[in-house]
């Protein structure tokens, strides 16, 4: 049973400062995905990662996968408030089209 | 034009009751699912269908019974509602097996609370 763990489940940080968030999961998998939640709001995609190595880059966001080591990361550069939200990660199961969550990270960035 | 619209977004009941939310994409997608937000945030996934047939069903009431019509939509129906039942209920959609890039796409949410 795939098994996907965040770090922090809580960050608060000021703007300006760097910081990251990472995602372990535990069994083979190659498609990896970045979400973005706001308070009452829907589930917003940031980023999708399908090979080892891979990297992207949204603006002050920059997500990356290594999948031998089952890690992706989520760093945030000089962060602002408008960061300020809940972010998953989600593996996709193996042999399955199950998509399996982290708790989240809630971060907060304050002024 | 939204992708995955689901309705009610938000719905208030009493115990006992039946209740239903319907789920519609427009994306062309063949993979539809149902996940529970609970009130720590916790996303888990309910059901699943491909092309209207049921390939994930997890460990969930019998109470709660899923219907996809056609690979448009898919609808949950809740019976003998519980306090317990209170959550946000996300429909989500995906291209389905054999498509690389499978990032699913999801509906606003149905905040369900039992009273």
């Known amino acids: 049973e795939l098994k996907v763990e965040q770090n922090p489940l809580f960050l608060s940080m000021q703007e300006g400062k760097n910081y990251t968030i990472y995602c372990n999961y535990s069994t083979t998998s190659d498609r990896l995905y970045w979400y973005r939640q706001d308070p009452g709001k829907s589930l917003e995609s940031l980023f999708v990662?399908?090979?080892?190595?891979a990297v992207k880059q949204e603006g002050r966001l920059m997500a990356s996968l290594d999948t031998k080591a089952r890690l992706s990361t989520l760093h945030i550069t000089a962060a602002v408030h408008d960061l300020s939200a809940t972010y998953f990660c989600a593996v996709f199961q193996g042999g399955s089209e199950k998509l399996v969550f982290g708790k989240g990270t809630k971060l907060t960035v304050n002024p | 034009d939204t992708a995955v619209s689901q309705t009610p977004k938000y719905l208030v009941t009493q115990m006992g009751n039946d209740k239903s939310i319907k789920c519609e994409q427009n994306?062309?997608?063949?993979?539809m699912y149902w996940y529970k937000q609970d009130s720590k945030k916790f996303l888990k996934i309910m059901f699943s269908?491909?092309?209207?047939?049921?390939?994930i069903n997890e460990t969930v009431p019998n109470r709660f019974s899923p219907k996809s019509p056609d690979k448009a939509h898919l609808n949950l129906h809740i019976n003998s509602l519980e306090l317990g039942d209170s959550a946000v209920y996300f429909c989500?959609?995906?291209?389905?097996?054999?498509?690389?890039?499978?990032?699913?796409?999801f509906g606003q949410g149905t905040r369900l609370t039992v009273v």
């Open positions: 994306l062309g997608h063949d993979t």
């Open positions: 269908y491909n092309n209207k047939e049921l390939i």
């Open positions: 989500a959609s995906s291209p389905g097996q054999g498509w690389m890039n499978t990032e699913a796409f």
């Open positions: 990662l399908l090979s080892n190595g």
